[in-house]
């Protein structure tokens, strides 16, 4: 069993950056995948970045590239998505999800999720 809870969302202004975080339980975090998706109101969840047990392979939806970086630290079982100009089109509650073995883009391939933090970026 692993256990997420993700910090750090808030009000932003256009162009400006936030840090996400995502704190796992459970000794084997470094056994998982972990990866970030994002949900607006009435759209589908979408992949935002992804990431392999050792941080080694990273991967990035189209709409965040070059803007967002995911990244883990192992010793502290925690994984951030940093997040810079930001906008309006990034607000979206922010999920972060582990699975077993390698990363992929699928939201439906993962097995624990977090509640969720949500990022607003006004227009």
């Known amino acids: 069993q692993v256990q997420l809870v993700e910090s750090g969302g808030g009000l932003v202004q256009a162009g400006g950056s936030l840090r996400l975080s995502c704190a796992a339980s459970?000794?084997?975090?470094?056994?998982?995948?972990m990866g970030w998706f994002r949900q607006a109101p009435g759209k589908e969840r979408e992949f935002v970045a992804a990431t392999s047990w050792g941080g080694g392979s990273t991967f990035y939806g189209d709409s965040v590239k070059g803007r967002f970086t995911i990244s883990r630290d192992n010793a502290k079982n925690t994984v951030y998505l940093q997040m810079n100009s930001l906008k309006p089109e990034d607000t979206a509650v922010y999920y972060c999800a582990a699975k077993r073995l390698t990363p992929t883009t699928r939201s439906q391939d993962y097995d624990y999720w977090g509640q969720g933090t949500q990022v607003t970026v006004p227009s």
């Open positions: 459970g000794r084997t975090f470094r056994s998982y995948a």
